[in-house]
T-cell receptor
């Protein structure tokens, strides 16, 4: 069975610093995808970044990058130059494909707080 | 383009009551999903659908039913509500992964309390 582990329940970072949120995964499927979602206090789920298991390069989306280490089965999210608006819950998720649909398995999340 | 919409936003049910959570998407996605999020936890898949008329169970389907009569709508039915079903419910939709990343687009959620 697929599993996602986020070991940091909470992180506190000073504004403008970079922050790394940890995510490790476990799967026996050679083809998989990894997602990061942001959940602000308002509750909605916002897609941030995606990494496919066969992608040669680490994914980047603006200030977000994914440090993908396949051998270690880790997919850490890096946020550069953090902003107050980055304060939120962050979830790592792994895709299991069933008939083209994507069943996402989520980690428990990391609550990130950016201090001014 | 409204994306994924859910109604109601909030609901309080008494034990044993039933209700339907509505979900509609206007992105012509074939794939739709229902998740629940318990306090301090990640999301868990309840049911999913790969197209109109086709649904299947996810990780936590007990106490729920779904139907998919159109591409746009994917309602979730709670029968005989129990306190353990107190949660935030999210509906999501996606394209197939063959069309790209296949990221899921989420609705705003329904906060349900069963007393």
């Amino acid at each position: 069975a697929q599993k996602i582990t986020q070991t940091q329940p909470g992180m506190f970072v000073q504004e403008k610093e970079a922050v790394t949120l940890d995510c490790t995964y476990d799967t026996s499927d050679p083809s998989y995808g990894l997602f990061w979602y942001k959940q602000p206090s308002s509750g909605e789920m916002i897609f941030l970044i995606y990494q496919g298991s066969y992608d040669q390069q680490n994914a980047t989306e603006g200030r977000y990058s994914l440090n993908f280490q396949k051998a270690r089965k880790s997919a850490n999210l890096v946020i550069s130059a953090s902003q107050l608006g980055d304060s939120a819950m962050y979830f790592c998720a792994m895709r299991e494909s069933i008939q083209g649909a994507q069943k996402l398995v989520f980690g428990q999340g990391t609550r990130l707080t950016i201090n001014p | 383009n409204a994306g994924v919409t859910q109604t109601p936003k909030f609901r309080i049910l008494k034990i044993g009551q039933s209700m339907t959570l509505q979900c509609t998407q206007d992105m012509n996605h074939n794939y739709m999903y229902w998740y629940r999020q318990d306090p301090g936890m990640g999301l868990k898949l309840i049911y999913y659908s790969v197209g109109a008329g086709i649904t299947d169970k996810g990780e936590v389907p007990n106490g729920y039913n779904v139907s998919r009569s159109t591409t746009e709508d994917f309602p979730l039915r709670l029968e005989l509500a129990a306190p353990s079903q107190t949660s935030v419910y999210f509906c999501a939709s996606s394209y197939s992964i063959s069309a790209g990343k296949g990221e899921q687009f989420f609705g705003p959620g329904t906060r349900l309390t069963v007393l």
